[in-house]
Structures are given as C-alpha cells and as structure tokens.
C-alpha cells in the first residue's frame, strides 16, 4: 500500500507491505488559542510566582526567552508576540 506522510515541509510517498499495521500520530485540539494558553500559564503557574511577580524581584534588563529547536510542533508565532 501506498502512504502519504511528512517529511520536513514536503509529502512523501512511502510504499510498505499490505499487511503492515500503520499508526498515525493525531495531536488534539487545543483547548483555548496558544497566546491565551501560555499567557493563562506566566499569569497562573504551577508551584512558582506569576512571571510579573518575578521579574519584579530581579534588577532591571532584558531578558531571554528560550525556545525549543524547530524540531518541536511548537505554535510561537502564535504566542511569543503576546508574551
């Protein structure tokens, strides 16, 4: 059987036995839009305080943002600019 799957930005064609089992990996629908996710999590996070809270503690400067490899299914340009 022929298949279709992702490779970088492109679709290829992979030819595998008719008897092979196929899995298909499905991400699930967000629950809310990635920027109001993310900003619901440096507001709101989990056994630490609020990201303003932080920052207000540390002198003042820039600060880094670090972001996973383009690897990752990540939706930055979704969120980063709200951040």
């Not at 008897?19 to 709101?44: H, K, T």
């Not at 989990?46 to 939706?75: F, K, Q, Y």
Request: proline share 12%; glycine share 4%; charged share 25%.
């Amino acid at each position: 059987m022929n298949v279709r799957a992702l490779s970088g930005r492109e679709e290829i064609l992979l030819r595998v036995p008719d008897d092979a089992d196929l899995f298909v990996s499905r991400y699930p629908a967000p629950a809310a839009p990635a920027a109001d996710l993310v900003l619901e999590a440096v507001r709101r996070p989990v056994g630490a305080p609020p990201l303003r809270e932080a920052l207000a503690s540390r002198r003042p400067g820039e600060v880094v943002v670090v972001v996973s490899d383009v690897t990752r299914p990540v939706p930055y340009r979704d969120f980063l600019t709200a951040l």
